[in-house]
Nanobody, 119 residues
């Protein structure tokens, strides 16, 4: 089992910055990729960025050049530094971890943290 807890969401003006954090606990050594997803009202959950255990990263086109994903293995934490925020970045942001499970890949999710970009 893996437990994920997000923090750092809030209200920010367009053009501003926020840093999201995700604290992982439990069987963290089984995790092979972590990521941030977001879900806006009336829309499907989408991948924002991911980072593999080896450090390789992947970003959605909509956030490239504005968001940076990172992880600190010594703290069992993952971060999302968001800059130049736009109103369309408004969503609930979820931390995700993928690990082997009984039926293949198992997704673990945090409870989500709200990010609102508005003037």
């Amino acid at each position: 089992q893996v437990r994920l807890v997000e923090s750092g969401g809030g209200l920010v003006q367009p053009g501003g910055s926020l840093r999201l954090s995700c604290a992982a606990s439990g069987n963290i050594f089984s995790i092979y990729v972590m990521g941030w997803y977001r879900q806006a009202p009336g829309k499907q959950r989408e991948l924002v960025a991911s980072i593999a255990s080896g450090g390789s990263t992947n970003y959605a086109d909509s956030v490239k050049g504005r968001f940076i994903i990172s992880r600190d293995n010594s703290k069992n934490a993952m971060y999302l530094q968001m800059s130049s925020l736009k109103p369309e970045d408004t969503a609930v942001y979820y931390c995700n971890a993928k690990a082997p499970g009984p039926s293949g890949v198992h997704d673990y999710w945090g409870q989500g943290t709200q990010v609102t970009v508005s003037s």
